[in-house]
């Protein structure tokens, strides 16, 4: 199963343009990183593959089919800021179970507590938070996980902890995962390849994806340090 | 529940924390204005009759608040006319959320609703208040129904912003988005999602509007477009109590004024801290 971007041209005007005919293809169980500069349009495209802006150019597809709106999209993207993406007036246990009853061994896997569940979102941590925004969006009927600098705001050992939850449900679940991320060490540590989008003229007409791939290149040189 | 903590003394209101503090703060203004409004209905009708054994006395034990020129004890007056006001004031608050949360919904349908809402709302604000609700009073005949009606349709404006607002402000939230990806409808999200954060507002929006109400029935009562003459309305014992202020005698204008104000404060105290309560974030101040 591949989750296929082709010819996305984005832009908020007309004339200038932040995604330019850019390719992108993620199969199933592969995990994919995406680097590329600040304001390159990672978030932008992430928001695309996942449905959430719908004013582009090109097509998005699995496997040639254009994925259905109005009901559970195959692709879930997970944000940055866990805070934002949860309703403040709702109680733990429900922002949870939105998609859909997240089995005991997600829970687990992600070390979520008990006692966790019938707090409001204000009085858990970022990392915390992000453990319930990845639990509910990882279902079965997942097939693509849009990871968007998610693990940004946690230091190294809740990032570890959480990569290889991910990295585990992702596994039994052949989810297909995206990264996006500026670590370079997180990468190298869980991608398979990374892709490197790129602005390159100052003008932002023209993008370029490309290719590399990550098991013996170091990424020196590619990721603003 | 509330009379029995209060009977327990300082001591006891040392020892709860801001959330009991509020809820009883809540509680013993609410048994207020209940029994405010208890007591107008069960007044004696013969108390407010006329008695010109009693004319013009000071306030004393047997009239706390005194008896005007016709002998009619002012407590009792001012006790119905309390009472009126808070109905008045209750039906008119009623009738502004209601109207307000049809038209902030309506605003969240399209763009042609939502410029139709602020047209609607710019329209009402450009008229004088006070001069609005007189036109309306008069318009339906004045009286009681002229009154409410008036207070009533002309209230609904500040909430209807602030609803339209934050209904805008919550459509672009991340969780929205994600509700729609986990494929939930429309109808969903607004009753799920939207609906929790507009029940506060709509609450206290209804309880804000509440002594507004009341004093701009107060206010076109007395200035004669209101309710008739006959009714103990506080705007009628206020204006007539003009009349008699000169020639000394105070109270007849002092403790009606100072009720309603009471009246006033005790709603506004009970919006605020509700507002406190059902915010979650603000509940462990």
Not at chain 1, 53 to 75: A, C, H, L
Not at chain 2, 158 to 178: C, F, G, M, P
Request: charged share 15%.
């Amino acid at each position: 199963m591949y989750l296929k971007g082709e010819n996305i041209s984005f832009g908020y005007r007309k004339d200038d343009l932040i995604l330019n005919n850019v390719d992108i293809s993620l199969g199933s169980g592969e995990v994919l990183g995406l680097v590329g500069d600040s304001g390159s349009g990672k978030s932008t495209l992430c928001k695309i593959l996942a449905g959430y802006e719908k004013n582009y150019q090109g097509s998005v597809s699995i496997d040639g089919k254009k994925i259905p709106s109005n009901t559970y999209n195959p692709v879930q993207l997970i944000f940055q800021h866990p805070e934002k993406a949860v309703n403040p007036r709702w109680k733990i246990k429900d922002i949870l179970n939105e998609g859909h009853v997240v089995s005991q061994d997600v829970l687990n896997s992600f070390g979520i507590k008990k006692s966790w569940l019938d707090r409001w979102p204000n009085e858990l941590s970022g990392g915390e938070l992000q453990r319930f925004a990845l639990a509910r969006a990882l279902s079965p009927e997942t097939k693509f996980l849009i990871a968007d600098e998610i693990t940004t705001m946690v230091d190294a050992i809740t990032q570890v902890q959480i990569w290889e939850s991910i990295l585990d449900i992702a596994e039994r679940l052949n989810i297909g995962i995206l990264v996006v991320s500026h670590e370079k060490n997180l990468l190298k540590k869980v991608c398979h390849e990374v892709v490197y989008l790129s602005r390159i003229n100052n003008a932002g007409l023209y993008n370029e994806l490309a290719f590399r791939d990550m098991q013996n290149a170091s990424l020196s040189g590619m990721v603003p340090e | 529940m509330s009379t029995s903590v209060a009977l327990n003394g300082k001591g006891m209101l040392r020892g709860l924390n801001l959330r009991q503090r509020t809820i009883l703060l809540i509680s013993l203004m609410s048994l207020l204005l209940m029994t405010v409004l208890a007591s107008s209905l069960y007044i004696d009708s013969s108390s407010l009759s006329t008695n010109f054994d009693s004319r013009n006395l000071a306030p004393s034990l047997e009239h706390p608040f005194g008896t005007d020129w016709m002998g009619r004890d002012m407590f009792a007056r001012t006790l119905t006319g309390l009472g009126l006001s808070i109905m008045v004031g209750a039906f008119a608050s009623a009738i502004s959320t209601f109207v307000s949360v049809v038209l902030g919904l309506l605003s969240s349908m399209g763009r042609a609703a939502d410029s139709f809402v602020s047209w609607l709302v710019d329209l009402f604000l450009s008229i004088p208040h006070l001069l609005l609700i007189i036109l309306i009073s008069i318009g339906l005949g004045g009286g009681a129904t002229g009154v409410i009606i008036g207070v009533g349709l002309t209230h609904w404006t500040s909430l209807t912003r602030v609803v339209r607002a934050e209904i805008k402000q919550i459509n672009t939230q991340d969780y929205i988005h994600i509700s729609r990806n986990f494929g939930k409808s429309n109808w969903w999200i607004a009753r799920k999602h939207i609906l929790p954060h507009l029940v506060p507002q709509f609450l206290l929006g209804m309880i804000l509007v509440f002594p507004h109400a009341i004093l701009h029935e107060a206010s076109v009562t007395f200035l004669g477009f209101g309710l008739s003459p006959h009714e103990p309305a506080i705007g009628i014992i206020l204006s007539e109590s003009m009349r008699y202020l000169a020639a000394g005698y105070w109270w007849l204008a002092f403790f009606p004024g100072m009720s309603l104000l009471i009246v006033v404060l005790a709603v506004d105290v009970i919006g605020e801290n509700l507002g406190k309560i059902m915010d979650p974030r603000k509940a462990h101040e």
